[in-house]
């Protein structure tokens, strides 16, 4: 065993070959508190013990942090230093060249540069850590405009999802007056942007395409989209450079927060239980630190049925409100992460799936949610070129490796960490769905028929 895994880990094993071996020393004692943490944790014999990981700053890095600050990293024998990153390709490239040996991630980042869009290499991940947890917000002079055009309740509140149907005549207003309607996301192969921009084209607003020659995708758009970091997402809104964005938490809340924003939608409106972020490593460092990839797994998981245990949620807020994590107030990570969420200001609704991290085997990483995202890559024209169906299928399982989850999770069974249950049974592929804002039929095993299904967006021939 390595001398860096905790002592409690190694008295068990150390007095047994000691005695195995006629070994004269006195044995030390073994108490039961020893005895139950040694029966739970089965320290792989760990490659790598001391990472560096990345994050930005966004709520639903926190099985990071919960995985560190709960000790569960330290349970499987890993020393790890979590760190703050300043911008999403920043973070993509310091996993890539090796300055990090993991990362909290976009889902669309490590499928992007194995797919040809952006900068190449071979990235994998093993975890997804979350599901929902974005929103759309406006300004509070779009929200003015929008809101005649949203139907509302017996008590004069507005109905919920709000489609991007009412803020068509305000893009239109807009136009006449000479002025483009801008939004902002996170980056090109974010979820934010293929989510802002399913909700527009569902209501027919073009987002705009992407070439070759174009990579800001704004061929043909109704409304400009282009890139800003999360934290800075309602500075700039405030600003008047963007009217509106698509962002994690806590940067939603905190526009309602500052008076600045109203949210219209979450993308648990957009795709009902849709993966967000991805934990990712190189596929180098997988290979060449198997038991450490499965270790960092099995932290992993655990820190993600730690959050969704809504018990632990008050002292996940404490902890991501410190200033080494997201380092915003609770109350504002609060709002959303306890099982609430705020539209207009004190428009407060319960929404107790907004923030995910376990429950609906969240943490488990499904092809079919990889295949998504190229789906949504080759429909805005990312990927400029058509691909034959079983392209996408065979491109997202070198990325996406549920193998390892599987290793980590079984040995997480075995040690009583999580139930056999929450283990699911599954080719890859979740079933088909019509969870989104407009009913459109997803069904990952037929690629090519979901692009061709959208009126906006690249049309490819079925071969």
Known sequence: MKALIRKSIFIVPLAIMLGSCGGKEKQKPVTEEVVEEISKTKTLDIEKPQLTFGFIKLTDMAPLAIAKEKGFFEDEGLFVSVEAQSNWKNVLDRVIDGQLDGSHMLAGQPIAAGAGFGRQAELVTTFSMDLNGNAITVSNDVWSKMKPNVPTDS??????????????????????????????????VSTHNYEIRYWLAAAGINPGMYTKENVQGQIDAEVLLSVTPPPQMPATLEAGTIYGYCVGEPWNQQAVFKGIGVPVVTNYDIWKNNPEKVFVMTKKFVEDNPNTAIAVTKALIRAGKWLDEPSNRAEAVKILSMSQYVGADEAVIANSMTGTFEFEKGDKRDMPDFNVFYKYNATYPFYSDGVWFLTQMRRWGQIPEAKAASWYGETIKDIYRP???????????????????????????????????????????KPIEYINSFSIGNKDQLK
């Open 403 to 445: 193998d390892i989850w599987e290793k980590a999770a079984a040995l997480l069974v075995e040690e009583g960490q999580i139930p056999a249950k929450d283990i699911p049974t599954t080719d890859g592929y979740k079933p088909a769905t019509t969870d989104f804002i407009d009913g459109t039929v997803y069904d990952a095993k």
């Open 155 to 188: 008590d004069g509140k507005p109905v919920h999802p709000i489609k991007a149907d009412a803020l068509k005549p305000v893009i239109e207003e807009y136009r006449n007056s000479g002025k483009p309607f801008k939004m902002g996301m996170v980056f090109p």
